[in-house]
């Protein structure tokens, strides 16, 4: 029996829609494998900008801190047509999410890109790329890089320039490097870190590292890509990636594009950590105002994104794996939300699905 602080940061958009099932799984989990779970709900993004002004306080930075773990639904409004957006870029919504990945030291984010093979048909790539399928987990640095370093804009002699800076010391490179070798062990041993080491002393920097944190893990083999191939080979050939190890920008970009090719970005979880056991969780997906209170987003990416909790935070590997099966069984008994809907299998809604998975969840 296990007690446990969650704080909820359900959002904007679909936000508090998914959160809501996600949370409805923990109780499950906590019912099934005797564990307690107690939940504070704090506001980030919009909801926050509304109700104080900014898009994260300090308060509810240092409730995040104060609690086990962090369960995030999604932040952000249409960037077009919403008010949220009127103001500063500090005072964004999305501004929210860089200080919280800030102020929690979550250097280490984990996006898993998996082909479910009840959702192939969903998937962009032609049948002779996909092949036996793909499985990899991208390790992208979230808290150095381009969206830390120093920027401003000014005006030159009449004309405007504006600079960001890329820095990396050596202790940002080998923190993240030893999660992706740590993480690389546990599945099939094999990191291909992404740089531009051909044009960024940064680059050069991160291959260097990783070559050093590499000899502490002789069962790991380490290869190094630059990332316009990388970009490239992920539409070519997904199936050689296992863990990709990169910077905060390039993670950014090839983890949005590694999702695009599993056709179902509403599937996809991910992990943000720190050096201890302290974590944020969020879907991979977007807020999708579109979408948002019509009982139709798909909930499971947040689902799955709790089981990451339970593996990484809580050690709860056992409760972890019921939650995973719980969703894989839903899959195979023919049920899907729209975003992932194909011919022959039963449409739900958000609170069904999160209802079908619930039922699901065995402790054996
Ligand atoms: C992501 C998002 C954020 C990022 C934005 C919203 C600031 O694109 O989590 O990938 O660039 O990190
Ligand atoms: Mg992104």
């Not at 863990?243 to 599993?262: K, P, Q, R």
């Not at 939650?323 to 023919?334: H, I, M, R």
Request: proline share 3%; hydrophobic share 40%.
């Amino acid at each position: 029996m296990m007690e446990k602080k969650i704080a909820l940061i359900p959002g904007d958009g679909i936000g508090p829609e998914i959160v809501r099932e996600a949370r409805k799984i923990l109780d499950k989990v906590c019912e099934k494998f005797g564990h307690s779970f107690t939940y504070t709900e704090l506001l980030m993004g919009g909801c926050s900008i509304d109700a104080y002004g900014v898009p994260l306080t300090d308060e509810t930075l240092e409730a995040a801190k104060a609690s086990d773990s962090v369960l995030l639904g999604a932040v952000g409004g249409n960037v077009g047509n919403s008010r949220w957006y009127d103001v500063a870029p500090n005072l964004r919504p999305e501004a929210g999410l860089l200080a919280i990945r800030k102020g929690l030291g979550l250097f280490a984010n984990i996006r898993p890109a998996y082909l479910y093979k009840e959702l192939k048909a969903a998937c962009p790539l032609r049948e002779d790329i996909i092949g036996e399928g793909f499985d990899m987990v991208i390790m992208r640095e979230l808290t150095g890089g381009l969206y830390f370093g120093e920027r401003h804009t000014e005006e030159v002699d009449g004309v405007r320039k504006a600079t960001d800076t890329l820095t990396y010391d050596e202790n940002e490179i080998r923190r993240i490097a030893i999660k992706a070798f740590e993480i690389a062990r546990k599945r099939k041993g094999n990191v291909i870190s992404v740089d531009k080491a051909n044009v960024l002393d940064s680059s050069r920097l991160w291959r260097q590292v990783a070559e050093e944190v590499a000899k502490d893990y002789p069962d790991v083999t380490l290869t190094h890509m630059l990332v316009d191939n990388c970009a490239m080979q992920l539409v070519m050939n997904p199936g050689q990636f296992d863990v990709i190890l990169t910077e905060n920008m390039f993670g950014d970009i090839l983890s949005d594009e590694a999702s695009m090719i599993t056709g179902s970005i509403g599937m996809l979880s991910s992990a943000s950590l720190s050096e201890t056991k302290l974590g944020l969780y969020e879907p991979s997906h977007g807020s999708a105002p579109d979408i948002a209170g019509k009982d139709l987003a798909n909930p499971i990416a947040t689902i799955l994104s709790a089981a990451m909790m339970l593996r990484y935070s809580f050690d709860m590997d056992k409760e972890a794996d019921a939650v995973e099966a719980a969703v894989s069984k839903v899959l195979e008994d023919g049920y899907r939300t729209g975003d992932i809907m194909s011919e022959g299998c039963t449409q739900v809604g958000t609170i069904q699905m999160g209802d079908l998975i619930a039922e699901r969840i065995e402790s054996n």
